[in-house]
C-alpha cells in the first residue's frame, strides 16, 4: 500500500483513531489548537501546567500530579501524548513501594506516540505538528556507538539531567523517556517521526516491547527463511518476535508459553507449534557425557529438540538431532528488588527466570543464535551453563537491548509492514485506559490477563 501521509493531514487528525475505531485519540480543542500551530514553536510550554505519572519520594509509588512544565533547553521536545503501552518491567516501580528506587521526581514510562507542541532551541529533527514515536532507546547517529552500527547502545539519549517541570510543592521533575504524562519532554534523539495513518494504539507498541521482540527476531537472529525458531514467552514482546520470525521466514515457529490464551494468540500470528512449560518441568543428572555434554537432562529441552529433529538421523543427508537455529528468550523473570510478582495468570515452572536463560542456550544448536532481551531476574542470581560448551561450540549468544533495535532505521519499517498487512500490533494493543488510571493499567499487565495495556492520556 502507497500512503502519502502530509503533516497537514496529520494536524487535521487524521490517522489517530483509536483501535477499533471507537473515538479519535485528541479532543476538538487539541486538534484546533494544533491546525493553527506554526511550523517552528520554542519554549512556549514554560509555565504549562499538564498531569503526568511522578514517584514523589523514594517510597512512594506514583501517582497522577500536576506538573508545571519549565522552559525547554537545547534539544529537547514537548510531545502531546496520545498513547503509551505499559511496559512490564516498569511493573514493580508502579505497583511496589521500594526504598531502593529513584531519589529523583521521575515521570513513569517507556515512551509513547504523540504530537509534537514545541521545540527547544537546538532541535532540528522534529517540527511542531510532527506525529513521533517516543521510543524507550534513543539513536543520535553521531555518538562512538551509533557510528559503529549500534544506535541501540545510543550515548545521547537521556537528556534525563536536567529537570523539565516542578511538582505543586516546588520539587524537581525529571523526564528521562515518560511517556504516562499529558506531555511528555524529552530529547529529539528518542523522537522518530512518522507518517502513516495507523493509529497511535497501534504505534505504541513500538516505543520499547515490540521493538525489542522484532529487533530480536529481525536484527539480532539471522533468521534464515526455512529455519527454525523457538520463543519462549508470548507476551507482547514474544508475540512481536514471532511475528518477525514469521516475516522473516521461518519454517516452523514454537512457542513456549505457560498462559493457555497467549498460546492460542502465538498460532494466530505465526507460531506453527505451541508448548505449555508446565508440562515438562523435570531436570535429572545425567553422567558425564562428554567435553560438550550437559549436566543435566532438562525435559523441556528434549522435547523441543526432539520437536526440532530432523527426518533423518544420517548426517551424510543433512539429518540430525541438531536443535534448532534460533532460541529467542522473552519470557523474564518477576523479580523486583527482593520481591517477586505473583501475576494472577499461570506462570512457567521457574517465575525468576533463570531456568529458561540456562534452556535457551541449551536448546540453541550448535552454531545456532540465542537472544535474550528480558529483565526482571534476580540480582544476586547467576546462569547456569554447561561450561564447556558455553566456551568451545559454536553458539552465538546476544544480549538484548531493545533487540538491537536502531529507532529510526527500524521503526518505520515496522510501521511500512503493518500498512502492508504484514505485522499486526492491533492484536497485542489490547485495552485502554485513561491516565487516571495508569496504576489499574500496569496492574492488568502484571497479571497478565491481558497482553498488553495502553494509556492514553488525552482521549
Ligand atoms: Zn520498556
Ligand atoms: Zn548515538
Not at 498487512?421 to 493499567?441: C, F, H, I, Q, V
Request: hydrophobic share 35%; aromatic share 6%; net charge positive.
Amino acid at each position: 500500500m502507497t500512503s502519502k501521509v502530509s503533516r497537514r493531514r496529520v494536524l487535521k487528525g487524521a490517522g489517530i483513531a483509536a483501535v477499533g475505531g471507537a473515538s479519535a485519540l485528541l479532543g476538538g480543542s487539541t486538534l484546533a489548537a494544533q491546525q493553527g500551530a506554526p511550523a517552528i514553536r520554542t519554549n512556549t510550554q514554560a509555565g504549562r501546567r499538564i498531569r503526568a505519572f511522578v514517584k514523589l519520594d523514594r517510597v512512594d509509588i506514583p501517582s497522577m500530579q500536576p506538573v508545571t512544565l519549565r522552559a525547554l533547553t537545547g534539544r529537547m521536545v514537548a510531545v502531546r501524548t496520545e498513547a503509551a503501552q505499559t511496559c512490564y518491567s516498569s511493573v514493580g516501580q508502579l505497583l511496589l513501594p521500594s526504598p531502593a528506587a529513584a531519589q529523583n521526581v521521575n515521570v513513569v514510562g517507556h515512551g509513547g506516540v504523540g504530537i509534537v507542541e514545541a521545540i527547544g532551541p537546538e532541535v532540528f529533527a522534529v517540527q511542531v505538528g510532527d506525529r513521533v514515536i517516543v521510543n524507550f532507546h534513543s539513536s543520535c547517529g553521531w555518538c562512538h556507538n551509533c557510528v559503529r552500527s549500534r544506535a541501540d547502545q545510543c550515548l545521547n539519549g537521556g537528556g534525563g539531567n536536567t529537570p523539565t517541570g516542578d511538582t505543586a510543592d516546588g520539587k524537581p521533575v525529571f523526564s528521562g523517556t515518560s511517556g504516562m504524562t499529558e506531555v511528555m519532554v524529552v530529547s529529539q534523539e528518542k523522537c522518530v517521526p512518522i507518517f502513516t495513518d495507523v493509529s497511535s494504539v497501534e504505534l505504541s507498541m513500538f516505543t520499547c516491547v515490540g521493538n525489542a521482540g522484532l529487533g530480536m527476531a529481525m536484527t539480532k537472529c539471522p533468521v534464515e527463511p526455512g529455519s527454525d525458531v523457538v520463543v519462549f514467552g508470548c507476551g507482547p514482546v514474544g508475540l512481536s518476535a514471532i511475528q518477525g520470525a514469521r516475516i522473516k521466514g521461518a519454517a516452523r515457529i514454537i512457542a513456549v508459553e505457560p498462559i493457555r490464551y497467549r498460546r492460542e494468540l502465538a498460532l494466530k500470528l505465526g507460531a506453527t507449534d505451541v508448548v505449555d512449560p508446565n508440562q515438562y518441568t523435570s531436570r535429572t543428572p545425567t553422567p558425564f557425557r562428554g567435553i560438550s555434554g550437559d549436566s543435566y537432562k532438562d525435559a523441556l529441552v528434549d522435547h523441543i529438540r526432539d520437536m526440532c529433529r530432523q527426518r533423518t538421523d544420517r548426517a551424510y543427508a543433512g539429518g540430525g538431532r541438531i536443535g534448532p537455529d534460533h532460541v529467542i528468550e522473552a519470557a523474564g523473570g518477576d523479580a523486583y528488588g527482593d520481591v517477586l510478582i505473583r501475576p494472577s495468570e499461570v506462570t512457567g515452572p521457574d517465575p525468576t527466570g533463570m531456568t529458561v536463560l540456562s534452556q535457551v542456550w541449551q536448546l540453541c544448536s550448535r552454531i545456532g543464535t540465542s537472544v535474550s532481551c528480558s529483565i526482571g531476574f534476580p540480582a544476586d542470581a547467576r546462569v547456569q551453563l554447561p561450561p564447556n560448551e558455553w566456551a568451545d561450540s559454536g553458539k552465538h549468544f546476544w544480549g538484548g537491548t531493545c533487540g538491537g533495535t536502531n529507532t529510526r532505521r527500524d521503526v518505520p519499517r515496522y510501521v511500512r509492514l503493518i500498512e502492508a498487512g504484514k505485522l499486526d500490533m492491533k492484536a497485542l494493543a489490547s485495552r485502554n485506559y485513561p491516565l487516571a488510571e495508569t496504576t489499574e493499567a500496569y496492574r492488568v499487565a502484571m497479571n497478565r490477563t491481558v497482553v498488553a495495556t495502553i494509556v492514553t492520556p488525552n482521549a
